[in-house]
């Protein structure tokens, strides 16, 4: 590679003085106009820098001299919104959230505002279509509640949640595990009987006669007498066809055996009561209210 630098003699342009296979690089100069508004981005960028926030610090970043911030922008746009909604949500907080589905108005509001709510707070866990995950959480859009279903019941779960110790108002209820009482056979008759009421045809080993023994001396004071369940206990009906913790004999066995302790937390503390209104009133209206 050559650096001696020359006039190319078919441009009349000066050359850089490199060459590669006999071409040679010409030194073109850049266009005025390219310069000048490279220029003034230059300058732009060293305003911008000055009036709006712009370098970062170790806990934030220079303010600039306008004080703008887009956080401030954004709270000024939900305080805004939150004042135009005001009078809504008194309305809210202070109906009975069983009339509330008979107020159009007040029914759209609640709905379109509950519905944000949820998908903020309750999708991660029951999804953001609310049908819940088979051995995991509650699929809401069913009409099997443990608690009940009622607006009232609903609100009053959201407030305080279900076994969570921190809420004094808490739900709360407590399975024993019958495997530290029971022997593996008793255990095997109480699954076989526990799948009978809810129709299933099943390959479990034990006796279904015997289970049924052992269920009306062990478990029909929660889950009552015809297995149909207890809501003052939280207590799952186990003759429908609904099963939060799945139906099949491995996972009734397991259920019985080892017994089932789910948490869900309180919001009480966490959303505002017409928060907490709307995402009860947008729970009831998914399909699974009573």
Avoid at 122 to 143: F, I, K, T
Avoid at 205 to 224: I, K, M, R, T, Y
Avoid at 259 to 265: L, N, V, Y
Wanted: proline share 5%.
């Amino acid at each position: 590679m050559a650096t001696k630098r020359e006039v190319d003699e078919a441009t009349q342009t000066e050359t850089t003085g490199h060459e590669w296979d006999g071409i040679k690089e010409l030194d073109t100069p850049m266009p005025r106009w390219w310069l000048w508004t490279f220029y003034a981005t230059i300058v732009w960028g060293v305003i911008y820098t000055i009036l709006f926030p712009a370098w970062p610090l170790v806990t934030g970043a220079t303010p600039g001299l306008l004080g703008y911030s887009s956080r401030g922008t954004v709270a000024a746009e939900i305080d805004a919104a939150a004042a135009r909604n005001a009078a809504l949500d008194a309305r809210l907080i202070e109906a009975d959230l069983a009339t509330v589905e008979n107020d159009p108005e007040l029914l759209r509001f609640a709905t379109a505002g509950g519905a944000a709510v949820f998908r903020n707070n309750c999708a991660p866990c029951h999804g953001a279509g609310a049908s819940g995950v088979v051995g995991h959480y509650p699929n809401l859009l069913d009409d099997d509640w443990l608690w009940g279903g009622t607006l009232a019941d609903i609100q009053q779960t959201v407030s305080h949640g279900v076994r969570f110790e921190a809420d004094a108002d808490t739900r709360f209820s407590q399975m024993p595990a019958f495997g530290e009482m029971l022997a593996p056979e008793e255990i095997d008759a109480l699954t076989a009987y526990v799948l009978s009421l809810s129709g299933q045809a099943s390959d479990a080993p034990g006796d279904v006669q015997a289970g049924a023994q052992l269920f009306a001396d062990n478990c029909s004071s929660c889950h009552g007498e015809d297995g149909t369940g207890g809501r003052d206990f939280g207590a799952p009906n186990l003759a429908d066809g609904i099963w939060l913790y799945g139906g099949d004999a491995a996972a009734v066995h397991t259920s019985i055996s080892d017994a089932r302790f789910g948490i869900m937390p309180a919001f009480g503390d966490r959303l505002r009561p017409d928060e907490i209104a709307k995402v009860a009133v947008y729970v009831h209206t998914l399909g699974g209210g009573e």
